[in-house]
T-cell receptor, first 112, second 114 residues
Framework: AQKITQTQPGMFVQEKEAVTLDCTYD???????LFWYKQPSSGEMIFLIY??????QNATEGRYSLNFQKARKSANLVISASQLGDSAMYFC?????????FGKGTRLSVIA | DAGVIQSPRHEVTEMGQEVTLRCKPI?????LFWYRQTMMRGLELLIY????????DSGMPEDRFSAKMPNASFSTLKIQPSEPRDSAVYFC????????????FGDGTRLSIL
């Protein structure tokens, strides 16, 4: 079975600062994918970034980067230059031989 | 390109009534997923389809829940009879792959059973 653990229920960050959201995972699948989604207060689920387990380089998408440490089974999301619009719930998810399994999420609040 | 389209956006109904949630996936996506989101249980996968065929419905909570995908562009999730504990946000998502491509979510249906 696959499992995602997000240990930070809530976080605060100052506008324009960088922030790291933690995600650890557990899986027995030899090949898997790691995803981050954003859910603003309006409720929609927005895909942010993907990392494959065999990808050599950490994934980046604009201000988002995924700090993938396979030996530690961690896939932390780094948001650079935080903006007020980044305030939202953030979910880490893993897939492999089964579809996505989501963590409980981290609520990020960006302060002006 | 149009994203995943869900309807209705909000549904309020009385206990015992039948509820039908609808989903139109992104054209060309072979996989369709139904999720339920609650504060207590987070995001749960209910069922998923591949090429219109149900693959895994182990997440469907009870026989009161059923899902169909009659063609590649339409799926329904039905609850009959509905109960207050079914109140949640229900998401539909589609993808070109089961696990190695991102799933694209609809805006969700906020269901309230009185």
């Amino acid at each position: 079975a696959q499992k995602i653990t997000q240990t930070q229920p809530g976080m605060f960050v100052q506008e324009k600062e960088a922030v790291t959201l933690d995600c650890t995972y557990d899986t027995s699948d030899p090949s898997y994918g790691l995803f981050w989604y954003k859910q603003p207060s309006s409720g929609e689920m927005i895909f942010l970034i993907y990392q494959g387990s065999y990808d050599q380089q950490n994934a980046t998408e604009g201000r988002y980067s995924l700090n993938f440490q396979k030996a530690r089974k961690s896939a932390n999301l780094v948001i650079s230059a935080s903006q007020l619009g980044d305030s939202a719930m953030y979910f880490c998810a893993i897939s492999g031989n089964t579809p996505l399994v989501f963590g409980k999420g981290t609520r990020l609040s960006v302060i002006a | 390109d149009a994203g995943v389209i869900q309807s209705p956006r909000h549904e309020v109904t009385e206990m015992g009534q039948e509820v039908t949630l609808r989903c139109k996936p992104i054209s060309g996506h072979d996989y369709l997923f139904w999720y339920r989101q609650t504060m207590m249980r987070g995001l749960e996968l209910l069922i998923y389809f591949n090429n219109n065929v149900p693959i895994d419905d182990s997440g469907m909570p009870e026989d009161r829940f059923s899902a169909k995908m009659p063609n590649a562009s339409f799926s329904t999730l039905k609850i009959q009879p509905s109960e207050p504990r079914d109140s949640a946000v229900y998401f539909c998502a589609s993808s070109s792959d089961r696990g190695y491509q991102p799933q694209h979510f609809g805006d969700g249906t906020r269901l309230s059973i009185l």
